[in-house]
């Protein structure tokens, strides 16, 4: 009778701890960007690699954090910004599963003073950096473009003349364009389109809008000819993949997440300014370890009850 008793107390530590290890498995590793900066209300915007804009926080007690999943896209930027300072940019390396990575971002406050014109620089892209030259050549100001893509410049009507703005972003062709300096109290606008290193030829674009139970989880749209055309991450329930309706058609969205059965669905193309969206839930698996200590409890069992006959 002990014996039996013993055998049941096992059977039902090794049920949980399978249970325990499959739960494990599912919603993916996560790790911490912690966001250090001295200007508390400050905004702080992480960046994936992609140019998208992952999360946005609010710098409370000199710091925000953001959970970030590792089998993600990767984010490799923050931006921070406020009123009264420039907009600062620092870059991220992704933590690993539990683990927390530091990043440390320092708000230069405005200069106070003197008479003052605004240059405003509006730009395409997120994170971009802005130089603004002196007739001398060397630069006035300097700062990042926030995530509307443009960056305020207070320029003093008294100090060396500014005559040109640079701006530059990896994987963008660096843009240089004149300006005037502003007179006082008025504000110089220059906008400026940033063109790729590697454009996409051609044409008219539409969105597909893939909606997903599981954050973080990848997206591919994949082409007529079998290859990956477009790629997404989805963040608040949803991917949005601006696609070319003269490129190559795609006809299929595959959705994919550590713990999760992949998904596969049909997608049509969108017309020129259409979205058409898509819903692709995932489901999550079981762990194999759950069912092998499953099979092996049943394996017991058997032996259990032979021996007592």
């Given at each position: 009778?002990?014996?039996?008793?013993?055998?049941?107390?096992?059977?039902?530590?090794?049920?949980?701890?399978?249970?325990?290890?499959?739960?494990?498995?599912?919603?993916?590793?996560?790790?911490?960007?912690?966001?250090?900066?001295?200007?508390?209300?400050?905004?702080?915007?992480?960046?994936?690699?992609?140019?998208?804009?992952?999360?946005?926080?609010?710098?409370?007690?000199?710091?925000?954090?953001?959970?970030?999943?590792?089998?993600?896209?990767?984010?490799?930027?923050?931006?921070?910004?406020?009123?009264?300072?420039?907009?600062?940019?620092?870059?991220?390396?992704?933590?690993?599963?539990?683990?927390?990575?530091?990043?440390?971002?320092?708000?230069?406050?405005?200069?106070?003073?003197?008479?003052?014109?605004?240059?405003?620089?509006?730009?395409?892209?997120?994170?971009?950096?802005?130089?603004?030259?002196?007739?001398?050549?060397?630069?006035?100001?300097?700062?990042?473009?926030?995530?509307?893509?443009?960056?305020?410049?207070?320029?003093?009507?008294?100090?060396?003349?500014?005559?040109?703005?640079?701006?530059?972003?990896?994987?963008?062709?660096?843009?240089?364009?004149?300006?005037?300096?502003p007179e006082k109290g008025q504000t110089e606008t220059v906008n400026i389109e940033m063109v790729s290193t590697n454009p996409i030829i051609g044409g008219d674009q539409g969105v597909i809008s893939v909606t997903s139970n599981v954050e973080g989880a990848k997206v591919e749209l994949i082409s007529i000819s079998g290859s990956v055309g477009y790629t997404g991450t989805i963040s608040n329930g949803k991917a949005d993949i601006t696609v070319y309706t003269t490129g190559t058609p795609v006809n299929q969205a595959r959705v994919s997440a550590t713990g999760y059965q992949t998904a596969t669905i049909g997608v049509t193309m969108p017309t020129k300014g259409e979205t058409l969206t898509f819903n692709v839930p995932l489901t999550a698996t079981s762990s194999p370890m759950g069912f092998a200590l499953i099979g092996l409890l049943g394996v017991i069992g058997i032996i259990a009850l032979v021996r007592r006959d």
């Open positions: 009778m002990k014996k039996i008793s013993y055998l049941f107390i096992a059977l039902i530590v090794l049920f949980l701890f399978a249970g325990a290890v499959s739960a494990d498995t599912i919603g993916g590793d996560k790790g911490i960007v912690q966001v250090k900066c001295d200007v508390n209300g400050a905004s702080a915007s992480l960046i994936s690699i992609s140019g998208d804009v992952y999360e946005t926080k609010t710098i409370t007690n000199g710091m925000a954090e953001f959970y970030v999943y590792t089998t993600g896209t990767p984010v490799d930027q923050v931006i921070v910004s406020a009123d009264g300072y420039y907009t600062s940019s620092a870059s991220v390396s992704v933590p690993a599963a539990g683990e927390t990575t530091i990043v440390s971002v320092t708000l230069e406050a405005k200069p106070i003073g003197g008479d003052r014109g605004f240059l405003q620089v509006n730009t395409n892209i997120i994170g971009a950096k802005v130089d603004v030259m002196s007739i001398s050549g060397s630069v006035g100001y300097s700062g990042y473009t926030d995530i509307n893509g443009k960056i305020e410049f207070a320029v003093y009507t008294t100090g060396t003349p500014i005559n040109s703005v640079v701006v530059s972003a990896p994987g963008w062709v660096t843009q240089t364009v004149s300006v005037t300096v």
